[in-house]
């Protein structure tokens, strides 16, 4: 089992940057992916970025790339997303997710095993 918490949400204003941290606890290390998705209002659970994380091999969705970076560090077992440039767009619950120890499509919401319960974020206009 893996547990997994966030940290890091609040309301930030449009353009402001923010930095979300997830926290792994449990049977860590053996996950072949760790990723970020997140849910708005009224619509589904959608992935925004995640990384292989053995070689650190990283996926974005289109409208985050080139404003939102994930990284990891191994040795605490955490998952950083920094985000900059927020647009209201933006505004939505995040989650960690960790899948198992099988390769899995790192975009794939239903490949993951493990989620954390979010962190909220709200980007104003």
């Known amino acids: 089992q893996v547990q997994l918490v966030e940290s890091g949400g609040r309301l930030v204003q449009t353009g402001d940057s923010l930095t979300l941290s997830c926290q792994a606890s449990?049977?860590?290390?053996?996950?072949?992916?760790m990723a970020w998705f997140r849910q708005a209002p009224g619509k589904e659970r959608e992935f925004v970025t995640g990384l292989i994380w053995t070689d650190g091999l990283r996926y974005w969705a289109d409208d985050v790339r080139g404003r939102f970076a994930i990284s990891r560090d191994k040795a605490k077992a955490t998952l950083t997303l920094q985000m900059n440039n927020l647009k209201p767009e933006d505004t939505a619950m995040y989650y960690c997710a960790a899948s198992g120890p099988e390769q899995i499509p790192v975009t794939d919401r239903g490949s993951y095993e493990y989620w954390g319960r979010g962190t909220q974020v709200l980007v104003s206009s």
């Open positions: 449990g049977r860590t290390g053996r996950n072949y992916a």
